[in-house]
């Protein structure tokens, strides 16, 4: 918003009223979407990768008691 033209010298509430009374309250929300679908996206393949790696190291390799850590896995 800070690079579109009639925004560049008010504050955040005047952008605030002037999105409110030129696009309505949907205007407060435009652009939401992507941020919101691209985060979705990351979040899954980062649990997917997470479980897969940990599932992948659940051997009895990986459940081997580190010495002097008083049990720690």
């Given at each position: 918003m800070q690079a579109q033209p009639g925004f560049e010298s008010s504050g955040?509430?005047?952008s605030f009223v002037k999105t409110l009374r030129t696009?309505?309250?949907i205007g407060l929300y435009r652009g939401?979407?992507?941020?919101?679908?691209g985060s979705?996206?990351?979040r899954s393949t980062q649990f997917a990768v997470f479980e897969a790696g940990y599932t992948f190291l659940d051997t009895p390799f990986g459940r081997s008691e580190l010495p002097l850590t008083g049990g720690l896995q």
């Open positions: 955040m509430f005047k696009q309505g309250i939401c979407i992507p941020p919101l679908w979705g996206i990351y």
